[in-house]
């Protein structure tokens, strides 16, 4: 047999270890990512686009997809990844907003076909990329009119295989024509859609008259979902200066009264119907809107519809207001107006945006113009050129025959007519056919045009105000082509629905105690401070203390697999030397029932319970968390075996449990799989013989071992060994 070779263990590194203060690890590794976020994903720039957004909209107009057909969507995000490696189901999803269908843009650029969710909607998912189409709306043109006249800079793309422009060059302020949202490290940018209209025509004014009022022509923003902006003059000021703010807006609905339905047919850009609809189911089971008898959601083919049907008697413009002042159907949007400009973060307000987009614009329109200018003038140089040699044909023609060498044709032509170099390229290119006098006469007669065309070019150059004319007849025919009426209807004059008076209970600090004889007291930290001694009950002992607030749950567990919830605040604020609260009362838990945990809703991430056939399971303790204020939960963990204990973990910890035969496992909570269900019937931890169940369960340290060596961690479903003189707790 042969010998094994000794493997020395690998020794520690410890050379080039270096100290290193906190503020200069955050200096050199995490400003470098924020500033990666910022400039590279969530904040828009001067064209109104993310990196995302730009990298699917050009990809687009290189597959042709401006003119063309549609093609599948998955089409598009593959090729997307040539540019923005981050996946084809993230740029499918970037994608989607974009599109017309998902009514998140006011000026959508995107042509769909196929289900795209919509933006009102939190539930209605859009379909995947291989069942729907997609190519470039007509106004995207705009985007890319002049892109190849160099009017703006292009970069290598990730791996330097293709470029790609860092922006690109829309010809109507694009960054307020729609709603751009997004989060980076530290700040975020919020900003509003407005009607493409108006937003043209403010452009313009500020333009022609910059100390104009631009809210004259442009009054407020505009949304996709329509509804009503209820205009304060005051607030909208401090957005178009400052970008900070908050707009109002309000649903718009009509009344059958006949069939006593109350139609809701425009809602807040800022919501959502599923939103809108919990909140009054909420309301309704909180008995705080009793006027409703039914609510639904009737989106469908014929548009945006949610149906509230009110009771015989019931006013259903008082019910409106109402229910504006409760729900959703009145909501805010908040304006943060931050975009990249040069690179760099910056809050403007929307005056000092469309100024930041014209002076870019100015430097668009010049670039545009140079480019014309060069090639005009190569054109005309070349022409020129073409000119003298009608003076003379047959000298061309006898140049060229009698020239030896194909390298000495173009320097004979140059000495022969006084032309230079590229002239006389060109002039040698012409096919034999092509060398007539009506070819000739009918190539230089646009000479005098171009030589006109060049003035005019050098003339918009020098001037900023020509360059500022051809901004302004740009815009007005995208105001002709592409306008559309605003949606959101602006309200001046409106009845203020202030929100009622309600008791808020304040949150605070607490500690939270609970007894073995099933009491709980909860004490504000403040009160423990004069008497910290806690009192309960002769004969009675504290088996759990809980810091928590006061806005939290107490949630008990009994062993008929229910969990009885009560709102902290609705305990009393007791005196440490004051009687407890019995959970029996406190919950409405049956006389029958027996207490076998009670904790509070944020006593630790995840529920550790022990079955008495040798099963542990765990779920996340926030799986008892309930939108409506529900008291009682059923069912609220397994029922295939007794429960032996439950334990509420914050991380995982080492844990034991014990059969009837006296054998102890010990093992790490990490190694049992975390379930989703509440009802997770647990994994085999222990194998059990016939007859045999388990006995007790809890944390390592609980239990007291006959020696040190004793204690082994196992890995489930490994059966333990067994020990002498176990002792355990009985509370965590």
């Avoid at 189901?89 to 196929?114: F, M, W």
């Avoid at 379909?127 to 890319?144: D, G």
Wanted: with cysteine.
């Amino acid at each position: 047999m042969a010998r094994k070779k000794k493997t020395e263990e690998p020794k520690p590194i410890i050379e080039n270890i270096q100290n290193v203060s906190a503020p200069e690890v955050l200096k050199n590794n995490f400003m470098p990512y924020a500033m990666s976020v910022i400039v590279s994903r969530a904040i828009p720039e001067i064209d109104g686009l993310k990196p995302s957004h730009r990298k699917i909209l050009y990809t687009m107009y290189e597959m042709g997809l401006l003119t063309g057909n549609r093609t599948k969507s998955a089409n598009v995000a593959a090729r997307t990844m040539l540019l923005n490696p981050h996946g084809d189901a993230s740029a499918y999803e970037a994608a989607v907003r974009l599109t017309q269908h998902n009514d998140t843009l006011l000026t959508p650029l995107i042509d769909g076909k196929g289900n795209f969710g919509k933006h009102y909607s939190r539930d209605m998912a859009y379909a995947a990329s291989r069942y729907t189409e997609m190519k470039l709306m007509p106004v995207a043109a705009e985007f890319f009119r002049s892109i190849k006249k160099k009017t703006v800079d292009f970069v290598d793309n990730y791996d330097s295989t293709r470029k790609e422009p860092v922006l690109l060059p829309v010809t109507f302020p694009n960054i307020l024509a729609n709603p751009t949202e997004g989060i980076a490290v530290g700040m975020a940018s919020s900003i509003p859609s407005f009607n493409l209209v108006e937003l043209c025509e403010a452009t313009i004014l500020r333009i022609q008259h910059p100390k104009s009022d631009i809210a004259e022509v442009m009054p407020g923003p505009d949304f996709t979902t329509g509804g009503m902006l209820l205009l304060d003059p005051e607030t909208m000021a401090e957005i178009y200066k400052t970008g900070k703010g908050a707009v109002t807006l309000r649903a718009k609905y009509t009344v059958d009264t006949k069939a006593r339905i109350i139609e809701v047919n425009e809602i807040p850009y800022s919501t959502t119907a599923e939103a809108i609809i919990d909140g009054i189911i909420s309301l309704i089971k909180a008995g705080k809107v009793s006027e409703i008898s039914d609510v639904r959601n009737e989106i469908g083919l014929h548009g945006f519809r949610l149906a509230i049907d009110y009771k015989r008697g019931v006013d259903p413009d008082v019910l409106m207001k109402k229910l504006y002042r409760l729900s959703k159907l009145q909501d805010t949007y908040s304006c943060n107006m931050t975009v990249l400009i040069n690179g760099h973060p910056r809050q403007l307000g929307v005056i000092q945006i469309l100024d930041e987009w014209i002076k870019w614009r100015r430097v668009c329109v010049v670039r545009e113009l140079y480019f014309d200018y060069q090639r005009k003038a190569k054109e005309l140089h070349l022409l020129e050129g073409l000119a003298k040699v009608l003076l003379d044909i047959d000298k061309a023609i006898r140049i060229i025959r009698r020239t030896e060498k194909d390298e000495e044709v173009v320097p004979n032509l140059m000495k022969g007519f006084g032309i230079d170099e590229e002239q006389a390229n060109f002039i040698a290119e012409i096919k034999l056919r092509n060398l007539n006098k009506d070819y000739i006469l009918n190539k230089t007669k646009s000479i005098e045009e171009l030589r006109d065309d060049l003035k005019t070019i050098d003339r918009q150059l020098r001037s900023e105000k020509e360059i500022d004319k051809i901004i302004v007849r740009t815009l007005r025919e995208i105001q002709k082509k592409y306008g559309i009426p605003r949606k959101t209807e602006i309200v001046t004059e409106y009845e203020s629905v202030t929100a009622p008076i309600v008791e808020e209970k304040p949150d605070y600090p607490v500690k939270v105690y609970v007894t073995r004889d099933g009491y709980v007291k909860k004490l504000a930290l403040t009160s423990l401070r004069n008497d910290p001694e806690v009192k309960f009950k002769e004969g009675d002992a504290v088996v759990a203390v809980y810091d928590s607030f006061n806005s939290k749950e107490l949630l008990v567990f009994t062993d008929t697999q229910t969990v009885y919830k009560a709102m902290l605040s609705d305990l009393k604020d007791s005196k440490p030397s004051d009687i407890a609260d019995y959970m029996y009362n406190v919950c409405g838990i049956d006389p029958g029932e027996t207490i076998i945990k009670a904790c509070t809703s944020d006593a630790g991430e995840n529920v550790l319970i022990a079955f008495e056939n040798g099963k542990v399971g765990k779920f996340p303790l926030s799986v008892y968390e309930t939108k409506l204020n529900r008291k009682k939960l059923v069912n609220a963990f397994g029922s295939a075996a007794k429960a032996l204990r439950i334990c509420i973990i914050k991380e995982d910890e080492d844990f034991a449990i014990q059969s009837s035969a006296g054998k102890l496992l010990v093992f790490d909570s990490s190694k049992v799989p975390l379930k989703t269900t509440k009802t997770t019937q647990g994994v085999q931890v222990i194998r059990l013989a016939k007859g045999q169940t388990a006995v007790s369960f809890g944390r390592v340290k609980e239990f007291r071992l006959r020696k040190k060596e004793d204690y082994r961690p196992a890995n489930i479903p490994a059966a333990g060994k067994a020990h002498a003189n176990v002792q355990l707790s009985l509370f965590d």
